[in-house]
């Protein structure tokens, strides 16, 4: 490794576990210099390449400091050749997110929030998308400890979005309810994913068997929106954003977290993604989908027992 490739790891894992913390001023290039066994011209370089990852930010008339979320790039410059994993949940806008992201992100076919938990917990994925609603009316942190047992469970907070019935335009069959499902014919999400679940409450809620309601099975929500589109069924539950997309009506039922499931040590491949999620320009195109608020993306949450 380069002098100056030494100089940025170091730096890097100081930020990284927090002994620098944001907004912190580095020591002049000179005092660095002298503290490294180096050459200004080095350190400068080091520099240069730390504040090019996002880590510190640099100025002509002030010394170097930390960058606003310095640490989760810190952590993605230290691990830029691991590759996260990530099952679970279909969503329009992660999908989105993930194509800005390249090679660093690799999707493990796994359809479903319980199949990617599955994904996770038989070690062919790092982390799962989830929406899963327990019955304690807590989102997701259940299942994680549960599953991820002596891991350390983290949740990565995605977004919240809306989830509600996604009609033909002008709703001709004036649907409001899940128990209005069951006199028409609905596509229905697979079981073992979070909407299929989100599906069967809302019936058995109103008193329904979830099994009298007629329709096929969809592997998606756009697939559910372009069965709606296309008339093979007169309705389905769907995320808002697909029928922005599709100029369906769309009809709110509930809103939803929706996060990433995943144990500790999958932090560190998880680095560009967390980098991604606190990026003001990629909230944006997430809330311009529709039915998103992104206010929280990125919030990381270590669960407890």
Not at 49 to 78: P, Y
Request: hydrophobic share 40%; aromatic share 4%.
């Amino acid at each position: 490794m380069t002098r100056y490739r030494e100089i940025c790891a170091d730096l890097a894992e100081r930020i990284r576990s927090g002994e620098l913390s944001e907004g912190t001023e580095l020591p002049g290039v000179r005092e660095l210099a002298l503290r490294y066994g180096s050459t200004a011209s080095t350190v400068g370089r080091a520099q240069r390449a730390l504040a090019e990852a996002g880590v510190i930010v640099t100025s002509d008339r002030r010394r170097s400091r930390v960058a606003t979320a310095g640490a989760m790039a810190a952590r993605r410059f230290l691990h830029a050749d691991l590759v996260f994993r990530l099952a679970g949940s279909d969503d329009p806008a992660l999908d989105a997110v993930t194509r800005t992201l390249g090679r660093v992100i690799h999707s493990v076919e796994s359809e479903g929030s319980f199949n990617g938990l599955r994904a996770v917990r038989q070690g062919r994925a790092d982390g799962a998308a989830v929406h899963l609603l327990h019955h304690t009316g807590v989102y997701n942190a259940p299942f994680a400890r549960d599953l991820l047992r002596g891991w350390r469970p983290h949740l990565i907070h995605l977004w919240r979005r809306e989830q509600g019935l996604i009609v033909p335009p002008g709703n001709p069959l004036a649907l409001r309810t899940g128990a209005d499902l069951v006199k028409v014919r609905v596509a229905k999400r697979r079981y073992g994913t979070g909407t299929r679940v989100l599906f069967d409450r809302l019936l058995l809620t109103a008193g329904l068997d979830p099994d009298t309601v007629a329709g096929p099975e969809t592997g998606s929500h756009l697939e559910t929106g372009l069965s709606v589109a296309s008339g093979v069924v007169d309705a389905g539950l769907c995320v808002r954003s697909v029928a922005h997309d599709l100029g369906l009506h769309f009809v709110p039922l509930v809103v939803e977290d929706y996060d990433i499931v995943l144990g500790a040590a999958a932090l560190d491949a998880a680095a560009p993604l967390l980098v991604a999620l606190h990026d003001p320009a990629v909230r944006t195109m997430v809330t311009d989908l529709g039915g998103y608020d992104a206010t929280d993306s990125g919030k990381v949450t270590e669960l407890g027992p």
